[in-house]
């Protein structure tokens, strides 16, 4: 059985855990591929608003496996707090949620180091969520990690200590000041560690190889968004892990011929968090009303958002990366009452008209192309159907699919995940 994906197409904070949550259904197991803590996957229903870090968004739905998979790097001390908020649901936790061995660990200095390295930039920081993300995969790469199946090695507190000296020596070599009681960031490190301890440890890679011979229903969920990516982001100001289709298969140890459907998530704008290049960015009372109405504050890092119009130079360069065969279109129901809309359809750069995303993408060498849109003025939070949609917003969908090639097949028009309409 194929595996299908589910990716954000922006710069994250799409609506990933929403979706996820309303196509679990249809699947008997959801895996996240990449990232860590600094995703923020938010879910509403039944009146109450749940937001997972690590915890793949199908963990509220009995008879659905939740796999954490060997790209995504933990830490204990998060994941020991989401499951202790899920504690008044009666999840069995054991049984719902398997974590692979290769997935690697998150320690306190790894946090402490990601907070020395931004002090260090000044005002060259790069926005980072100081939850030792990078860090982390440095250690990846540089063959230094601890992982998960480590927790099963006798030797495993003498492994701890030798990175963490290795992390303390680093940090003095920044040369700023961080106040931190290492003693007290261990103690609640080690009562994580004993209760993930508890939890279903697997060999990833031959779990979902033996899913798939098995006729299993797969869903892949991204974290963060195809804009972040290590290598086709926004670099610098990107994330440290492959937010594109290809990360799932390094993230979970499938086979690229395996993946059928690849989701491409996107906000009917655009938004983004910390620094970065932003063509289509807002400054006025137009981005303020869509920050507010959107409610664009970030769900893990509570920041505001940062917020323009739609950029499909953008999307469609995401869209091209992962192969993204359907659309699913967020906050549609952010955008009701104004008058026009404005799409980016190509930018000025450098002289020239351009477009495709460009290696260079500094905000002060674009100028976005727009193409304006009559807007609506209709409340879509109750509507139930496709087909009372205003005219105006369809108009809005089909210029998105003319211009990207891909049918959008799924509107969301609310948090709630009821109000989502399939096309």
């Known amino acids: 059985m194929a595996i299908d994906l589910l990716l954000g197409l922006q710069w994250g904070d799409e609506g990933k855990g929403k979706i996820v949550d309303v196509l679990t259904p249809k699947y008997d197991i959801i895996a996240r591929f990449q990232g860590g803590p600094n995703a923020g996957h938010t879910l509403e229903f039944e009146g109450i608003k749940h937001v997972l870090h690590t915890i793949p968004s199908g963990i509220f739905h009995p008879n659905v496996i939740n796999v954490i998979g060997n790209g995504v790097v933990i ?13 008044p649901f009666h999840i069995n936790i ?130 963060q968004g195809s804009m972040l990516d290590i290598d086709f982001g926004t670099y610098p100001f990107v994330t440290s892990s492959n937010t594109t289709a290809s990360g799932a298969c390094t993230g979970l140890g499938i086979a690229p011929n395996q993946i059928k459907n690849v989701m491409g998530i996107f906000k009917a704008y655009t938004t983004r968090v910390g620094s970065g290049s ?36 953008a999307l469609r360069y995401a869209i091209h990366l992962s192969g993204v065969t359907q659309l699913m279109m967020m906050k549609a129901d952010v955008l009701n009452g104004f008058d026009s809309l404005k799409i980016c359809t190509a930018y000025h750069y450098k002289g020239e008209t351009i477009h495709h995303f460009p290696y260079g993408t500094e905000t002060e060498n674009i100028e976005p192309i727009y193409t304006e849109l009559k807007g609506w003025h209709k409340d879509l939070s109750d509507i139930k159907n ?35 309409l399939l096309f």
């Not at 830490?75 to 504690?87: F, G, M, R, S």
């Not at 090639?405 to 709630?416: F, R």
């Open 278 to 313: 932003f063509p289509t960015e807002l400054f006025d009372e137009t981005g303020d009303k869509i920050a507010q109405i959107g409610r664009e504050v970030g769900a893990t890092t509570g920041r505001k958002r940062r917020c323009g119009w739609l950029d499909l130079v």
């Open 94 to 223: 054991k049984e719902r949620l398997l974590i692979s061995r290769k997935a690697h660990i998150i320690l306190p200095t790894h946090r402490l180091l990601d907070k020395a390295s931004e002090l260090s930039k000044g005002k060259s920081k790069i926005g980072s969520t100081l939850k030792g993300i990078g860090p982390c995969y440095m250690d990846k790469t540089g063959r230094n990690g601890l992982r998960i199946g480590d927790l099963e090695n006798a030797d495993f507190p003498n492994l701890y200590h030798k990175l963490t000296q290795k992390h303390l020596a680093m940090i003095d070599f920044y040369g700023v000041t961080l106040d931190y009681n290492l003693k007290e960031l261990e103690e609640e490190f080690f009562e994580a560690i004993n209760l993930i301890k508890t939890l279903t440890f697997i060999d990833s890679e031959d779990f979902f190889y033996h899913a798939q011979k098995q006729g299993k229903k797969i869903l892949a969920e991204g974290a």
């Open 75 to 87: 830490d204990p001390i998060i994941l020991k707090k989401e499951i202790e908020a899920l504690t």
């Open 386 to 420: 496709v087909h009372d949609l205003p005219n105006e917003l369809m108009d809005y969908i089909r210029f998105i699919e003319k211009e990207t090639e891909v049918p959008v097949t799924l509107v969301s028009v609310g948090a709630d995940r009821k109000q989502t």
